[in-house]
C-alpha cells in the first residue's frame, strides 16, 4: 500500500482557492506575481533565482533538506488577529450597506491591514532564533530580515472576475 504525504503543507490547496469566479471582486494580500525576484545581498555571489512568492513559503513553511526552519509569519499574524479581523469585516459591511464606501475600498482596506499585521509579525523576530552562522552572516540576530525585500515585497490587488 503506498503513503502519500503532502509536500507542499496545503499550498497548493490555498492557491486554488484563490480563484476569482465570474463577476466577483476578489483582494490578494501576500506576495504577487509583481513582487518580483529575490536579489541576494552578496554581491557577486552566484544564485539560483526565487520569486518573493517562493521564498516567503520557503520562511512560512521551512525547508528541512535546506535546515530552513518553519517561521510563520502569515499564518500566525493572521491568526493573532483573527477576531480583530472579524470586527473590521462586520465594521466594513455596515459602512458598506450604509453606502459610506464600496466593495472595492471595503477589500482595500482588509487587504492593507493584513499587509499590515505581517509587516508587524516579521519586524517581531518570529522563533527559532538563527543559527550563529547567520547572525554573523548577516551581523544580525532579527529572523526573517536580511535585506528586507521580504517585508517590502508584500503588497495588495483587487481583481475582478472574468
Do not use: C
Amino acid at each position: 500500500m503506498a503513503v502519500f504525504t503532502d509536500k507542499d503543507k496545503g499550498w497548493n490547496k490555498l492557491m486554488t482557492s484563490f480563484k476569482v469566479n465570474a463577476g466577483e471582486t476578489a483582494a490578494f494580500a501576500g506576495y504577487l506575481r509583481s513582487s518580483g525576484e529575490h536579489k541576494p545581498k552578496e554581491e557577486g555571489k552566484p544564485a539560483t533565482p526565487i520569486t518573493m512568492a517562493a521564498l516567503a513559503r520557503v520562511h512560512e513553511f521551512g525547508a528541512p533538506d535546506r535546515n530552513i526552519p518553519e517561521r510563520s509569519f502569515i499564518r500566525s499574524a493572521m491568526n493573532e488577529h483573527g477576531k480583530e479581523f472579524e470586527r473590521l469585516i462586520k465594521k466594513i459591511a455596515r459602512s458598506m450597506v450604509s453606502g459610506k464606501i464600496n466593495k472595492k475600498q471595503g477589500l482595500g482596506i482588509l487587504a492593507q491591514k493584513a499587509i499590515d499585521w505581517i509587516k508587524a509579525k516579521i519586524d517581531s523576530i518570529v522563533p527559532p532564533p538563527n543559527a550563529p552562522s547567520t547572525v554573523r552572516r548577516k551581523g544580525s540576530d532579527v529572523t526573517l530580515v536580511d535585506t528586507g525585500q521580504l517585508r517590502n515585497s508584500l503588497d495588495w490587488e483587487l481583481k475582478e472576475g472574468k
